[in-house]
């Protein structure tokens, strides 16, 4: 619940804000073991250490042309690389992950 103006709920009508609780589908299925909200975006560790994104993400995970996505995604500057925290603070974030 709350401002979804960027897709940062991951589901639901984008710009529109919510006040109820609601269950998030496109998570369906997915183990999920770390979720961190910033002002404008929220970032999903699952428990196969994946990132997932959804809203404006920091620039310093997705490039411009992907800012703003009102689907999950895995940032490409982290595919294939075990992440294991994750914190945010306003427009930033911090991703613990492992270099292979």
């Given at each position: 619940?709350g401002?979804?103006?960027f897709?940062?709920?991951?589901?639901?009508?984008?710009g529109l804000?919510?006040c109820?609780?609601q269950r998030i589908?496109?998570?369906k299925?997915?183990?999920?073991s770390?979720?961190?909200?910033g002002?404008t975006f929220?970032l999903?560790?699952?428990h196969g250490?994946?990132?997932?994104s959804?809203?404006?993400?920091p620039s310093?995970?997705?490039?411009?042309?992907e800012s703003?996505?009102?689907?999950?995604?895995?940032?490409?500057c982290l595919?294939?690389k075990?992440v294991?925290?994750?914190?945010?603070y306003?427009?930033?974030c911090?991703?613990l992950?492992?270099d292979?």
């Amino acid at each position: 619940m709350g401002s979804n103006r960027f897709g940062q709920l991951g589901w639901g009508e984008p710009g529109l804000d919510y006040c109820m609780p609601q269950r998030i589908e496109k998570l369906k299925g997915v183990k999920v073991s770390r979720v961190s909200c910033g002002d404008t975006f929220t970032l999903f560790v699952t428990h196969g250490k994946e990132l997932l994104s959804c809203g404006k993400s920091p620039s310093s995970l997705i490039s411009k042309e992907e800012s703003v996505s009102y689907s999950l995604k895995n940032p490409k500057c982290l595919k294939g690389k075990p992440v294991h925290y994750v914190s945010s603070y306003g427009e930033n974030c911090i991703v613990l992950a492992e270099d292979q």
